[in-house]
């Protein structure tokens, strides 16, 4: 199923790149704690604590890991709800 056109609008307002919303909804936390557990589902609490240790990790990783931390840390969350609902 893909996603309609009234979502992306919405996503493109945000100024989010479509795939990488896409990927979050889909991509699990590769180690740690939340191993397996998709990224989008990750609780902003760990997030938060990437941030205090040492910060997000390097390359694409980090860069999913920052985008899931600012949609949640923004109260966006039900953007991600509804590409899932896509996926």
């Known amino acids: 199923m893909k996603i ?3 979502i992306l609008s919405k996503i493109k307002i945000f100024g989010m790149n479509p795939e990488i ?3 979050i909804c889909t991509t699990k936390m590769p180690f740690g ?3 397996d557990r998709i990224l989008a589902d ?3 609490s760990y997030l938060e604590w990437f941030q205090r240790n040492g910060g997000l990790p390097k390359g694409k990783l980090g860069m999913q890991l920052a ?3 600012e949609i949640k ?3 966006l ?3 991600l709800k ?3 609902k896509f996926e």
């Open 73 to 75: 840390l923004n109260g």
């Open 67 to 69: 985008t899931v931390y």
């Open 33 to 35: 704690k939340y191993k």
């Open 77 to 79: 969350e039900d953007l």
């Open 4 to 6: 309609n056109f009234v």
């Open 82 to 84: 509804t590409i899932k």
């Open 21 to 23: 919303l896409k990927e």
């Open 42 to 44: 990750l609780p902003i």
